[in-house]
C-alpha cells in the first residue's frame, strides 16, 4: 500500500519504510472516511491474508486518483485517510483472528489456564496501533502481552536472533546439529 500512495514521494516520509510510513500518516488521518471491507469474514478460522484487502485499497486509490484527476506516483490529497483506514482494517483483522486463536487455544487446554501469553513479533509488532489493539484483547482475557522492543522488530533476521537467545536462555537450544551449516559473515 506504501509502495502504491508513493510515500517515498511525500515530503514526511521520504526516509522511512512503507509500514513506518502508513503507521505515520495515519496517525492525522481520518479512518472514517473510507471503510474497507475485513478480509476472510466468511471463513470462521484462524488464517490471516490480506490479499483481499490489498485489492479494495487497490480499487479504492484508483478512484480517488480519478476523482482528484492525478496519476498513478502522485501523492493523493486524501492520503493521511487512506493510510489510517487501512491501518485500521488491517488491526482489526489481526485481532479478530488473533481472538479466535486465542478462544481455540483455551477451549482446547492448549494453554494455561492462568496468564496465558500472547507473543508478538515482526513489523505488525513495531505498529503502535496494532500492538495497542492487541494489548487490549490481550488484557481483555487475561493474557500477557509479550513483544520485543519496536527496534527490534523491524528486520526478520534481528527476528531470528531474539528468538535464538530467548530459547538459549530458557535452555531450549537452538539447533540439534550444527553440521552442515555454511554461514559467510558480513
Known amino acids: ?28 488521518g481520518n ?30 486509490i484508483i478512484q480517488k486518483e480519478k476523482e482528484e484527476g492525478i496519476q498513478e506516483g502522485e501523492i493523493l490529497s486524501c492520503v493521511k485517510d487512506v493510510a489510517a483506514a487501512v491501518q485500521h ?3 482489526v483483522h489481526i485481532i479478530q483472528r488473533t481472538y479466535r486463536a486465542m478462544l481455540f487455544c483455551i477451549k482446547n487446554s492448549i494453554l494455561p489456564s492462568k496468564k496465558a501469553t500472547l507473543v508478538v513479533s515482526g513489523g505488525v509488532a513495531s505498529n503502535q496501533y496494532i500492538r495497542k489493539g492487541l ?15 519496536p527496534r527490534l522488530c523491524t ?6 536472533a531474539w528468538n535464538g537467545i530467548e530459547r538459549l536462555r530458557a535452555g531450549l537450544g537452538v539447533l540439534h546439529s550444527t553440521a552442515g551449516i555454511r554461514y559467510e559473515p558480513r
Open 155 to 160: 528486520d526478520n533476521g534481528v527476528m531470528i
Open 89 to 91: 482494517a488491517v488491526a
Open 1 to 28: 500500500v506504501a509502495r502504491r500512495l508513493s510515500l517515498r514521494k511525500h515530503p514526511e516520509c521520504h526516509s522511512m519504510a512503507g509500514g513506518k510510513a502508513i503507521e505515520h500518516l495515519a496517525q492525522t
Open 135 to 149: 494489548q487490549n484483547l490481550a488484557d481483555a482475557n487475561d493474557f500477557a502481552l509479550l513483544c520485543p522492543p
Open 31 to 60: 479512518q472514517d472516511q473510507l471503510t474497507f471491507r475485513l478480509p476472510m469474514q466468511q471463513y470462521r478460522n484462524c488464517n490471516f491474508s490480506f490479499s483481499g484487502l490489498q485489492n479494495l485499497v487497490n480499487n479504492a
